[in-house]
């Protein structure tokens, strides 16, 4: 994705968005939901990611976006994740987020990266 919108010719700061808000919603999938799919939309207003997976579903949205909340077991905190801080980044780095979560069913998140203004 980073090299495809550099030759694409984005703002490099809205790149450094995107990476961040994808990178940690793709390591959540794969942490939190054994893994997912992820649509990117480019058009040349915005950025528009849309990460979805078969997963658990988060219980509370609201909680896990605090900053710290985590329910990453021992194992996964052993190699550096579990901060509870990817929600709170995502949330930071994308102009526009949307979570829908419904339990034993999965999770939707949408996220927008604005282009320029
Ligand atoms: N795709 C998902 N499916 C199910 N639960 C999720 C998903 N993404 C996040 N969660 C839940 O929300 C919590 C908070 O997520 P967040 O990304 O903020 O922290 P973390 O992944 O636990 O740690 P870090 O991202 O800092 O390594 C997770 O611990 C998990 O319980
Ligand atoms: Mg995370």
Known sequence: MKRKLKQMG?????????????YEGEINMVIHAKGGLI?????PEAIKMILADVGPGI???????????????????????????????MKKYSDEMEIDSRIGEGTTITMTVKIGG
């Open 59 to 89: 219980p509370d949205v609201e909680l896990a976006m605090q900053a710290g909340y985590s329910t990453a077991p021992d194992e996964i905190r052993s190699l550096g994740f579990g901060a509870g801080m990817g929600l709170p980044n």
């Open 10 to 22: 984005v703002d490099p700061e809205a790149i450094r968005k995107v990476a961040i808000a994808m």
């Open 39 to 43: 649509t990117v939309e480019i058009t």
